[in-house]
């Protein structure tokens, strides 16, 4: 997933394109991409840590980047992090594609039907845990540098009063951004100014490689400002938000809340388009539940297991450090619980910020079985085991020699090379409109008709939808 600056955007002079909380704006006529954004929220108490990858791809000039903040942020809470955090994290949360071989139906010393080993293409045994100036009304309140960052924080009394501010001090902004500025003036929020020295970053593949930032603050209010990114958004964008608690899932408080339907067989093909085939399921998703933001992981990572199957990064106790651990009292390297939440939205869409809450635990995408149907979508559980899981499936082909050949037991290779877990990334520039879904979903002729009842207040809806009966004929069953 690309992932881009998650403020408010702007430069010197003014060319601009859309962004998640902002936009960017340049000195050229060259055309600048903001498509996707992912963040990191780690959440304790009151204590909000932000981290944000800001992936920059445009003219190299001045530019700056505005996050609304509830409070002045001071040099100690501010810091930059290795790009590769966010790799981990996203390898973590993604959707991801695994492979099962059937195991031969006649086994020796076969133990029982109650339900099957499921060891995915990584090898992972599937048991189911899973002091300024003042300028009009703006006054500055701190400014410092980081990195490449030379950061300056705004307090403002009137919205036209931080318009002037940002005019005056050569930063070119939209007309459209001054209605959407107010709220959060009214709201007396501070603004968090980042600007980049240009001469200390370097391009990389038509990007700038700018260091990832992260800061923290108190806050009663748990959200993410996104509704500056709407004032110049002329397509859709992506929004991947992981939130990282010591012991909570969250949804949105202020939209629909839906989940993306998993544990789908699908055809050997989807490999080679995995990305594609996942873009065109939650294209479907979200066209059954308009406005949604969409649940594609919420899990318990405890030591030692952070995941089932596992890919083949994950997200290391550094990691956890560098994200938020080092400035909230619990000990993550124990246990933590992220969420990722994907929204997919245009200018029209989103008239708030994202706001959440805490929610149920939730279970679903594991090569787990119950009454003989293997779990489908999200029901309700004692703990957070929920993924966005899909699984090629290899029936047996070899001689069946028993009089009671036992189906449905899937494992690894016969060979015992198996494949790395493929994780569906960079989806907000996934190929759309080619794939039809229903030509990637593969039929298991094992299969019950059965399956666990979800929870009532979740918009699931895609089934609906997509009106495919593979659906319903890819359950399981072992015996």
């Not at 600007?195 to 990832?212: F, N, R």
């Not at 995995?274 to 919420?298: H, M, Q, R, S």
């Not at 959440?356 to 559980?381: D, I, N």
């Amino acid at each position: 997933m690309n992932r881009l600056v998650v403020p408010i955007v702007i430069a010197l002079t003014p060319s601009l394109a859309h962004a998640f909380c902002g936009f960017y704006v340049s000195g050229s006529a060259d055309k600048m991409f903001a498509d996707a954004t992912q963040v990191v929220l780690m959440r304790e108490g009151t204590r909000t840590v932000l981290s944000m990858q800001n992936d920059y791809k445009g003219p190299l000039a001045d530019f700056a980047m505005v996050v609304p903040v509830p409070v002045v942020l001071k040099k100690e809470s501010v810091k930059t992090l290795k790009p590769e955090i966010f790799d981990h994290v996203e390898q973590l949360g993604a959707p991801r594609l695994v492979e099962y071989w059937e195991q031969d139906p006649c086994p020796e010393g076969y133990f029982g039907a109650s339900g099957t080993i499921g060891m995915g293409s990584y090898g992972t045994i599937g048991y189911g845990y899973g002091g300024g100036g003042i300028s009009n009304s703006v006054r500055v309140e701190a400014q410092f540098k980081v990195a490449e960052y030379e950061i300056v924080v705004l307090s403002a009394t009137e919205a036209a009063g931080l318009e002037t501010w940002l005019r005056d001090h050569s930063y070119k902004i939209p007309d459209a951004a001054a209605p959407l500025l107010r709220p959060y003036v009214e709201a007396g929020s501070k603004f968090f100014v980042a600007k980049v020295d240009p001469k200390k970053v370097k391009m990389v593949g038509g990007h700038a490689a700018l260091s990832p930032l992260r800061f923290h603050y108190d806050s009663d209010e748990f959200a993410l400002p996104i509704r500056l990114g709407l004032a110049s958004s002329s397509g859709k964008q992506d929004l991947i938000v992981n939130i990282i608690s010591p012991t909570t899932r969250y949804e949105v408080a202020n939209y629909k809340n839906a989940f993306i339907p998993t544990n789908l067989d699908v055809k050997p093909a989807v490999k080679a388009r995995f990305a594609e085939f996942y873009a065109a399921l939650f294209d479907k998703t979200i066209a059954a539940n308009p406005g949604a933001v969409i649940t594609e992981y919420a899990w318990t990572a405890q030591r030692g297991y952070h995941c089932d199957p596992c890919p083949p990064i994950d997200v290391t106790d550094d990691d956890l450090l560098a994200l938020g651990g080092d400035v909230i009292k619990s000990d993550l390297s124990r246990s933590f619980v992220m969420t990722r939440l994907h929204a997919r939205y245009g200018k029209t869409d989103l008239n708030d910020d994202l706001r959440f809450k805490e929610a149920s635990p939730v279970a679903g995408g594991r090569e787990e079985y119950a009454k003989g149907a293997l779990e489908s979508e999200a029901t309700a559980s004692k703990q957070n085991f929920f993924q966005a899981r899909y699984a090629v499936r290899h029936p047996w082909t070899g001689p069946i020699k028993c009089k009671e050949p036992q189906r449905g037991m899937w494992g690894g290779p016969p060979d015992g090379n198996a494949a790395p877990v493929l994780a569906a990334s960079k989806l907000a520039f996934a190929p759309r409109g080619k794939l039809v879904l229903a030509d990637m979903l593969g039929r298991d002729t094992t299969a019950k008709k059965r399956k666990p009842k979800p929870i009532k207040t979740m918009a699931l809806g895609a089934i609906g939808v997509l009106g495919l009966a593979a659906f319903a004929l890819r359950r399981r069953r072992r015996g």
